[in-house]
């Protein structure tokens, strides 16, 4: 498998679950990004992992916790979410490398019911 | 600081006419700029990428993208649409942010192409 992938490809939740979507690269990068994509809306940073290590939080509430334990797997918790989380949720991976393109997953639709 | 601009957030052509984008980007160096485009549910995709050597870059799908410094302008044209060329495209921009460790995209609000049979 090559690319970025993100599982699941949809998911519905209810206000009160835990879930977690998961995102793999097989690029051998070693930076990956979480993204939230609204309708209407620019696309959003909310998380950015180096080397494992955070290095970008965008002011995203704590009932998204991120988790990467490795370079090539990236994790988002969802828990008590609300309805205005409903979003697409992309993962992007790239190089360490100043002007080094993004490598995008085919995203997670979440709906919060 | 580095921004960008798409300057219509809706663009709509006949099948076979040319396609026009236009972006416009502020940067107080030399940028990084990218096109990506993005099917509906679908992630985005890299159309091309310009990185300081030929200003004239070729993507894939017969895209191009011209970088003219004295406008400050990236705009994306393709000789002749095609319906799968229907989508969402993003001008994207590198950030002067890689003291962080990564490298931080700047993404415009995006322009929804449609074709037209």
């Known amino acids: 498998e090559t690319g970025v992938t993100q599982t699941p490809r949809h998911l519905v939740m209810g206000m009160t679950n835990k879930k977690s979507l998961k995102c793999e690269q097989h690029l051998g990068h070693n930076a990956m990004y979480w993204y939230k994509q609204s309708a209407k809306k620019p696309l959003e940073l909310m998380f950015v992992y180096n080397f494992k290590e955070q290095t970008e939080n965008n002011s995203v509430p704590s009932r998204f916790s991120p988790e990467c334990p490795n370079s090539s797997h990236l994790f988002l918790h969802l828990h008590t979410l609300q309805p205005e989380d409903s979003a697409l949720y992309l993962c992007?991976?790239?190089?360490?490398?100043?002007?080094?393109?993004?490598?995008f997953g085919p995203g997670t639709r979440l709906t919060v019911t | 600081a580095q921004s960008v601009t798409q300057l219509d957030s809706h663009v709509s052509v006949s099948e076979g006419t040319p396609v026009l984008l236009r972006c416009n980007y502020s940067?107080?160096?030399?940028?990084?700029l990218f096109w990506y485009v993005q099917h509906p549910n679908k992630g985005l995709q890299l159309l091309l990428k310009y990185t300081s050597a030929a200003t004239l870059v070729k993507g894939i799908n017969g895209f191009e993208a011209e970088f003219k410094k004295s406008e400050t302008s990236f705009h994306l044209t393709k000789p002749s649409a095609h319906m799968s060329d229907a989508a969402e495209y993003f001008c994207?921009?590198?950030?002067?942010?890689?003291?962080?460790?990564?490298?931080?995209?700047?993404f415009g609000a995006g322009t929804r192409l449609a074709v037209h049979p």
């Open positions: 994207v921009v590198s950030a002067s942010y890689f003291s962080g460790g990564y490298n931080k995209l700047i």
């Open positions: 992007a991976s790239s190089l360490q490398r100043e002007g080094h393109e993004q490598y």
């Open positions: 940067s107080s160096y030399s940028p990084s």
